[in-house]
Nanobody, 123 residues
Framework: QVQLVESGGGLVQAGGSLRLFCAAS????????MKWFRQAPGKEREFVAA????????HYAEPVKGRFTISRDNAKNTVYLQMNSLKPEDTAVYYC????????????????WGQGTQVTVSS
């Protein structure tokens, strides 16, 4: 069993940066792929980024490539999402998730979800 708690969301101007945190509990954290998804109002939840259990493999959705960086600290049971050059279209609720393969962008293989944290980017 893994429990996920996100933090770090907020309001930022376009071009700014935010860092999201996902604190995980559970013994399986060190052996599971971690991901970030997001859901904007009126839209389906979409994949943002993934990182393998070792941190050696990362994978990003095209809209965030070059702007977002996913990382993890297994000693702290924490996953991070550094978001730079934010755009209004990045506005969404961001969810931390665990499960599936590092290149699997679907949500059906996700085993655990966090409650989400709101990110709002003003123009």
């Amino acid at each position: 069993q893994v429990q996920l708690v996100e933090s770090g969301g907020g309001l930022v101007q376009a071009g700014g940066s935010l860092r999201l945190f996902c604190a995980a509990s559970g013994r399986t954290f060190n052996s599971i792929v971690m991901k970030w998804f997001r859901q904007a109002p009126g839209k389906e939840r979409e994949f943002v980024a993934a990182i393998s259990w070792s941190g050696g493999v990362t994978h990003y959705a095209e809209p965030v490539k070059g702007r977002f960086t996913i990382s993890r600290d297994n000693a702290k049971n924490t996953v991070y999402l550094q978001m730079n050059s934010l755009k209004p279209e990045d506005t969404a609720v961001y969810y931390c998730a665990a499960g599936g393969g590092a290149y699997d962008t679907g949500s059906r293989t996700i085993r655990y979800w966090g409650q989400g944290t709101q990110v709002t980017v003003s123009s």
